[in-house]
């Protein structure tokens, strides 16, 4: 089971360079996936939840090596499942490579994720779609080709209050095309939207593109507005934003909705309502290791100015508050994380995923969650091909209040599960609870999914 490096990094630097930086009490919570690097955010709002589709930077990459996409889902915007990668390039027999920025959006029961990849017969890039009966997959090619090609890149989607469906995407131009409600096919031709001064801003210093698009729109409609949100200028990228009165136009450039920052020269944004609030998600290097190649996905929220106005939104550590608490006496999967060091997932043989490759002092951080009047013990299913170690869980930091040990026994496999319980005490009102993993050298244990009992079960 050798360590990617990417994980062993997290183990080593991140807790030193964050704790340096920031309490321990209150860890970071933005980027909000730190087990590997993700890049271009494309969140769904879907049955309640939020599920976010992205792209994988692979570790140590010189260039946007990029090979599968992967989506997260949460309820309350800070603590994060991970579903792990439902689309990859094998899934398209006829693309090679570059697994860039897509989108999903959901129709007829059906979830359709359009997404860049180079076409093997022609060397360029071009839309695919993929379609799923869950919004986690799996994914399978809807058409078997590209659904458009002209070696451009970055589609996004949009479903219009009266039923027809949107597809932009470009770098270096913007193209559009209106799409059957089959979504797998489109009706007219191709357009190319014009990219005016006054639609998208002035960019200077560059005669070939006189405004300020770049790439990566996002388009969505609010109170009867449109917006188009997208990455300016280059390099680096800030992100602005225009508005129009239809989903073609005429655009009006309304200005900077996140201003250039952080340690990735590209950006890449998403905007989202969910439970209230509006939310601005995009990408930083911001984790050890991270860069123009090596990105994070981040999320932020914000509110819009009465006439509709974008506040300019600046990068933060902290990230969304957390809109609704968790409840620890049902079921709760392992990989379901607010903040974690040294931690990774990976396919279980029970099905779904799994956090592994656990060093000493290893731990996962999830936040806001509801004990009520108090627990009396914790369940966790573990599997472990070496000695096993302990499950300490800690309240409110990873070396706060001890409210239980359990101990994981050897199993004979990674995949070989058994279940483990322990008493638990002080465990009362709402607590961000830390699960510590502890024990000797080497890789200690799997773990799966864990649950309290007690007084407050519900």
Not at 181 to 198: H, N, R
Request: glycine residues 12%; proline residues 6%; contains cysteine.
């Amino acid at each position: 089971m050798p360590r990617k490096p990417f994980a062993g990094m997290l183990c080593t630097v991140a807790v030193l360079l964050l704790s340096a930086v920031l309490p321990t009490a209150a860890r970071a919570d933005n980027p909000i996936v730190q087990t590997v690097y993700t890049a271009d955010p494309a969140p769904l709002v879907y049955n309640g939840r939020v599920y976010l589709y992205t792209g994988h930077d692979e570790d140590n990459s010189t260039y946007f090596t990029m090979k599968e996409w992967r989506v997260y889902s949460s309820a309350d915007m800070v603590n994060w499942t991970d579903h792990g990668s439902p689309m990859s390039l094998g899934t398209f027999s006829w693309a090679s490579a570059n697994a860039w920025a897509g989108q999903v959006v959901a129709r007829n029961g059906r979830f359709y994720w359009y997404v860049p990849v180079t076409n093997r017969a022609t060397g360029r890039m071009a839309i695919g779609v993929g379609v799923a009966t869950s919004p986690t997959g799996p994914f399978t090619d809807a058409i078997g080709r590209p659904l458009a090609e002209n070696g451009e890149i970055d589609p996004t989607v949009f479903l219009d209050d009266d039923g027809q469906a949107h597809l932009y995407w470009g770098n270096p131009n913007l193209w559009y095309v209106r799409l059957n409600p089959d979504m797998i096919s489109y009706s007219g031709a191709v357009t190319q939207i014009p990219l005016t001064t006054s639609g998208f801003g002035t960019r200077t210093g560059n005669a070939g593109r006189p405004t300020l698009y770049e790439e990566g729109p996002w388009v969505y409609k609010r109170n009867g507005l449109y917006y188009n949100v997208f990455a300016a200028k280059c390099c680096s990228e800030f992100i602005g934003y225009s508005t129009a009165p239809g989903p073609t136009g005429p655009w009006t450039y309304r200005g900077t909705v996140m201003p250039t920052q952080g340690s990735s020269f590209t950006n890449h944004p998403a905007v989202i309502d969910f439970n209230g609030g509006s939310y601005f998600f995009y990408h930083n290097g911001a984790l050890p290791g991270g860069g123009g190649y090596t990105r994070s996905v981040a999320v932020e929220r914000f509110s819009y100015d009465t006439d509709g106005t974008i506040p300019a939104i600046n990068m933060t550590t902290s990230g969304a508050p957390q809109v609704a608490t968790l409840n620890p006496f049902v079921r709760q999967e392992a990989e379901t994380i607010a903040w974690s060091s040294g931690v990774e997932t990976e396919r279980s043989g029970e099905g779904g995923m799994n956090v592994g490759y656990l060093d000493n002092g290893d731990y996962i951080k999830v936040k806001g969650v509801a004990f009520g009047t108090g627990a009396t013990s914790f369940s966790a299913r573990v599997a472990s091909a070496a000695a096993g170690g302990r499950i300490e869980l800690r309240l409110g930091s990873a070396t706060g209040t001890l409210a239980g040990t359990c101990t994981v026994p050897a199993t004979g496999g990674w995949q070989i599960w058994t279940t483990v319980s322990c008493p638990v005490s002080a465990a009362t009102g709402t607590r961000d609870l830390y699960l510590r993993f502890t024990g000797g050298s080497g890789y200690l244990f799997n773990l799966n999914w864990w649950q309290f009992a007690g007084a407050s079960m519900r």
